[in-house]
T-cell receptor, first 119, second 111 residues
Framework: GAVVSQHPSRVICKSGTSVKIECRSL??????MFWYRQFPKQSLMLMAT?????????EQGVEKDKFLINHASLTLSTLTVTSAHPEDSSFYIC???????????????FGPGTRLTVT | GEDVEQSLFLSVREGDSSVINCTYT??????LYWYKQEPGAGLQLLTY?????DMKQDQRLTVLLNKKDKHLSLRIADTQTGDSAIYFC???????????FGIGTKLQVIP
């Protein structure tokens, strides 16, 4: 159980175009999903917290107009990188919390990640 | 702010024990986690420990917490080649959904 999928797994796009990445919780409902960015040999950097039915909460330094997040249902959140540039090339990982699990242990189930390359 | 630090690399021989260390700065950390990331994949939660615990053991994994020194370690007994991965230490605070990750320790298991 607790499987999170991401699509696509790998994408190459031209500079100036937009790319949408999907994150789905396959066998549970997630009221909260998280989007991370991971650079080579670096830790995960939390970009934003996505709550179903409301606006995402962005971390300091993350441009909300560039990284559009939509969490339209309890099983789907999308991240759109608008007007992508080579510096946006990175590994983007989403995670989700199972809404049925309560308590302070914020166990997050991670997707396999999406490798974005902007040429 | 929160800060979680780990060494970057550890190499061990198959069958030996591996010990991955982590230090954190936030004394109000309530939960501490160890995640495993295999190449090209997302993170998998291995284990977690509450800040009021000193030790937790789960099969080959032993987590030790020294709250006074803000030091967390993960011991993997009888390390196997399948344990080769990057291991992330992470922490969160009660009431806050945000989890702060360390930089990750790459474990290389030599056959």
């Amino acid at each position: 159980g607790a499987v999170v999928s991401q699509h696509p797994s790998r994408v190459i796009c031209k500079s100036g175009t937009s790319v949408k990445i999907e994150c789905r919780s396959l066998d549970f409902q997630a009221t909260t999903m998280f989007w991370y960015r991971q650079f080579p040999k670096q830790s995960l950097m939390l970009m934003a917290t996505s709550n179903e039915g409301s606006k995402a909460t962005y971390e300091q330094g993350v441009e909300k107009d560039k990284f559009l997040i939509n969490h339209a249902s309890l099983t789907l959140s999308t991240l759109t990188v608008t007007s992508a540039h080579p510096e946006d090339s990175s590994f983007y990982i989403c995670s989700a919390r199972d809404r049925t699990r309560t308590g302070g242990v914020y166990e997050q189930y991670f997707g396999p990640g999406t490798r974005l390359t902007v040429t | 702010g929160e800060d979680v630090e780990q060494s970057l690399f550890l190499s061990v021989r198959e069958g030996d024990s591996s010990v991955i260390n982590c230090t954190y700065t936030d004394s109000s950390s309530t939960y501490l986690y160890w995640y495993k990331q295999e190449p090209g994949a997302g993170l998998q939660l291995l284990t977690y420990i509450f800040s009021n615990m000193d030790m937790k053991q789960d099969q080959r994994l032993t987590v030790l917490l020294n709250k006074k020194d803000k030091h967390l370690s993960l011991r993997i007994a009888d390390t196997q080649t399948g344990d080769s991965a990057i291991y992330f230490c992470a922490e969160s605070i009660e009431g806050d959904q945000k989890v702060t990750f360390g930089i990750g320790t790459k474990l290389q298991v030599i056959p």
